[in-house]
């Protein structure tokens, strides 16, 4: 069983920027694949960003690619999530998700991924 918790959410201003972390538990981080997913209030959960195991693949929503940045430093056994040019409409609750089954391209649906964290809620104001 793996265990992930969320950190770095919060309240900001339109524009600005954060940066969320995941530390799964246990030992191989590094085998998983990785992903962040978001919810708002009264919408489904939705795909943001996604790595593979090595960091060798990554890949973006349309929404939030050239802003957002998703990165792993399989060492220190964490995930990442640079948030930069926040807009009002990225205000959800940020998930970080885990895949057991390693892959070679990163992958984007939620089906995939076997582990969630409990959420860290980001809200941009206007």
């Known amino acids: 069983q793996v265990q992930l918790v969320e950190s770095g959410g919060g309240l900001v201003q339109a524009g600005g920027s954060l940066r969320l972390s995941c530390a799964p538990s246990?030992?191989?981080?590094?085998?998983?694949?990785m992903g962040w997913f978001r919810q708002a209030p009264g919408k489904e959960r939705d795909f943001v960003a996604a790595?593979?195991?090595?960091?060798?693949?990554?890949t973006h929503a349309d929404s939030v690619k050239g802003r957002f940045t998703i990165s792993r430093d399989n060492a220190k056994n964490t995930l990442f999530l640079q948030m930069n040019s926040l807009k009002p409409e990225d205000t959800a609750v940020y998930y970080c998700?885990?895949?057991?089954?390693?892959?070679?391209?990163?992958?984007?649906?939620?089906?995939?991924?076997?582990?969630w964290g409990q959420g860290t809620q980001v809200t941009v104001s206007s």
């Open positions: 998700a885990a895949a057991r089954s390693p892959h070679t391209i990163a992958v984007v649906s939620a089906a995939d991924y076997d582990y």
């Open positions: 246990g030992r191989t981080f590094s085998r998983y694949d």
């Open positions: 790595i593979n195991w090595s960091g060798g693949s990554t």
